[in-house]
């Protein structure tokens, strides 16, 4: 079992929340220098987690792919039906914009959750 703490999690809302700017936020899955900017400054706050290079790197290169290539819609388009058009956020056209971005950012959220909880307990 992957164990979460508060502080990962706080961590994990500070790098992806606090320290992403527009820029980064709008241009990550456009150009890799914006996802790669993002994901260092991701990962910063997770220095006061671990002095480890392994889990750090983990952290920031997963975050890197998951965010450039917005993974987290291809695991929501399996779970959905991968017989199905996949979308810009892998739910199709009759769920509301709205619910679908947000349930996008939810799975997204989770999958950097459990990836750095990985990092943290076994790197």
């Known amino acids: 079992m992957i164990f979460i703490t508060a502080d ?17 936020a709008t241009e990550k899955t456009k150009q890799s220098i914006a996802a790669a900017i993002h994901a260092i ?7 006061l987690l671990t002095q480890s290079p392994l ?7 997963t975050h890197f792919l998951v965010d450039r290539f ?9 779970k959905n039906g991968p017989w199905l058009p996949l979308t810009a956020t892998g739910y199709q056209a009759d769920v509301p914009p709205w619910l679908s971005v947000w349930l996008l950012i939810i799975a997204d959220n989770i ?3 459990v990836i750095n909880g990985l990092a943290l307990k076994f790197a």
């Open 8 to 24: 990962q999690v706080l961590a994990h809302a500070i790098g992806d929340y606090i320290f992403q700017s527009h820029w980064m």
């Open 41 to 47: 400054t991701y990962t910063l706050p997770f220095v």
């Open 55 to 61: 889990a750090l790197a983990i952290i920031c290169g």
């Open 70 to 78: 917005r993974l987290a819609r291809f695991v929501v388009w399996l």
């Open 111 to 113: 999958i950097h959750v």
